[in-house]
């Protein structure tokens, strides 16, 4: 039997004191010396509350202790085998109240009191950006907005502020306007990953702390000495990492505040080679990089991975590889392999994926050198996947 909270349907503004809530439970009164003998042998029987200790003082009595018991147990006599009522025998048993208050409950608990009768979901979950969560409300829990925000700006001690997104991401930046519904309004933020330091300013940039493993995976891709070319590199989760590896990167993005960031995040991780930074559309990037890149070698490397990560319209982007080494003297092996970030909600992905690709391209895919890898659901029916692909001769010469 679980401890619940008192439920508040309804409560708009936060008031800690309605959490207060008093259990009655029964106790028994053992001496010391008999406390631990008996909290094996009552195991199953004992309060076994999270946070709530099964054994607690006997007040001004130093010479025992009271054992609590779980809330079912109103007696003894009829929960107890005859062994277990043998063992308290001489042990007094008597109804112990204990008070706990809204720092006890978890942020579900108390959201889920608050909630009307019958929501399927309690609207607790957020990302975590640094200092920062970023929770998603649905239309029919902003009448609680505050008070969803307070209850985990306090239960979360590393929290300072709580937002929430005021409409679609800007397809243009990847910002998207947001409420500050608790706390600071500080939107500058800081926070590590894959062992680098990313500072920049929430509201003004694209950063999703879900993607970890993303940036992960195809970081493990590059090798060291490898050409990457990040087309939309944000605030730099792709390129940073990946020169620490040992990877030469090209990396842009059209966001001014994304490549102020990207600049300054390189500055802070104390990278000073091997990455180029550009503050362009993104098309235009992906000819200028490889047009700097043939001439800093003098012909002699192309790239070898090319990041596309900007899910919503990444394939609007795939036209400008047409003829993008066109005169060039290069074997397939020699071309790129081209990671690019969409969502479908098509039940066939592959198919769905595939088809856009080749239209926007204007021809086919090597299916040789093919794979659609799922990266996270989004939205109901709504899924984030990374195509990649070798760029094919037909397109590229």
């Not at 559309?281 to 090319?306: M, P, W, Y």
């Amino acid at each position: 039997m679980s401890l619940t909270p008192p439920q508040n349907r309804g409560m708009t503004v936060l008031d800690r004191d309605a959490f207060r809530k008093t259990f009655t439970t029964l106790a028994i009164r053992a001496p010391i010396q008999l406390v631990k003998p008996l909290m094996t042998q009552l195991e199953n029987e004992l309060l076994n509350q999270p946070r709530i200790r099964s054994v607690v003082s006997d007040g001004t009595q130093k010479d025992t202790k009271l054992i609590l018991l779980r809330l079912d147990i109103r007696d003894v006599k009829e929960s107890f085998s005859d062994d277990k009522l043998d063992l308290i025998k001489n042990c007094d048993v008597f109804d112990y109240d204990f008070k706990v208050d809204y720092d006890y409950w978890t942020t579900e608990q108390i959201l889920y009191s608050v909630m009307p009768e019958g929501d399927a979901e309690t609207p607790s979950s957020f990302t975590t950006t640094g200092h920062i969560a970023h929770v998603n409300l649905k239309e029919e829990n902003m009448p609680f907005k505050g008070l969803i925000a307070q209850v985990i700006l306090d239960k979360n001690k590393k929290i300072k502020s709580v937002v929430n997104k005021t409409n679609q991401i800007d397809n243009t930046y990847r910002n998207f306007q947001m409420e500050v519904l608790a706390g600071d309004d500080n939107m500058i933020t800081e926070l590590k990953e894959n062992e680098c330091r990313f500072k920049f300013d929430f509201s003004k940039v694209y950063w999703n702390s879900r993607l970890q493993a993303e940036h992960r995976r195809l970081i493990g891709i590059f090798k060291k000495g490898d050409y990457i070319c990040d087309v939309m590199a944000g605030v730099g989760p792709f390129s940073i990492p990946a020169v620490k590896k040992g990877v030469i990167v090209y990396a842009n993005d059209l966001n001014p505040a994304s490549f102020e960031s990207l600049c300054e995040n390189i500055k802070l991780n104390k990278i000073n080679q091997d990455i180029k930074t550009y503050n362009m559309d993104g098309r235009a990037f992906i000819k200028k990089a490889v047009h700097d890149l043939s001439i800093e070698t003098n012909d002699s490397r192309t790239f070898d991975h090319f990041i596309m990560n900007l899910p919503a319209t990444a394939i609007e982007f795939l036209d400008a590889f047409k003829g993008i080494y066109k005169g060039k003297n290069l074997t397939s092996d020699k071309l790129p392999m081209i990671h690019c970030h969409c969502f479908t909600r098509s039940s066939d992905p592959i198919q769905d994926i595939q088809q856009r690709v080749c239209q926007v391209m204007g021809g086919p895919i090597d299916t040789k050198c093919f794979n659609l890898h799922w990266v996270r659901t989004v939205a109901p029916k709504k899924d984030m996947y990374c195509l990649s692909f070798r760029l094919s001769p037909e397109i590229a010469l």
